[in-house]
């Protein structure tokens, strides 16, 4: 609907930003269309707190792009895959578990790099001053 000056009101816009100015956020009717799901379902997986949707700031809950890639994996496990919702839930507790202990993974691994090179670093200038003993 066109207001007089050309500009159309808010409300037909599902995407919207939230009270953090830098991320968007969008409503519910259309996330389940990006995600291919109900909105029945998107409100039960926010109630199992496998979501979580933020009040825009016209009002109407939403989600952002993160999540709406979290519901889409959510769909997977449930509908594809046969898992209920319970088991979601452990399914991504446990994936974000393995992400976490991947990034300590990579941590230690450039840690160890890093000593590798210093310890490289110190052999070098030993046997340099080794040889300017020697002569």
């Known amino acids: ?18 009270f953090n100015p830098l991320v968007t956020h969008f409503e519910y009717s259309l996330v389940a269309q990006l995600a291919r799901v109900s909105i029945e379902f998107i409100r ?4 199992e707190e496998l979501i979580k949707g933020r009040t825009m700031l016209h009002g109407v809950k939403g989600l952002c792009c993160e999540d709406v890639r979290k519901l889409k994996l959510i769909r997977y496990l449930h509908e594809d895959m046969g898992l209920d919702l319970g088991a979601v839930d452990f399914v991504l507790r446990y994936r974000e578990r393995l992400k976490m202990m991947q990034r300590q993974i990579d941590d ?22 080794l040889q300017q003993c020697e002569n």
């Open 1 to 18: 609907m066109l207001l007089s000056a050309g500009r159309r009101t808010m409300k037909q816009y599902p995407i919207a930003i939230s």
């Open 108 to 129: 230690m691994e450039r840690q160890l790099r890093q000593k590798d090179q210093q310890h490289q670093a110190e052999v070098v200038a030993l046997c340099r001053n």
């Open 44 to 47: 039960q997986c926010e109630r």
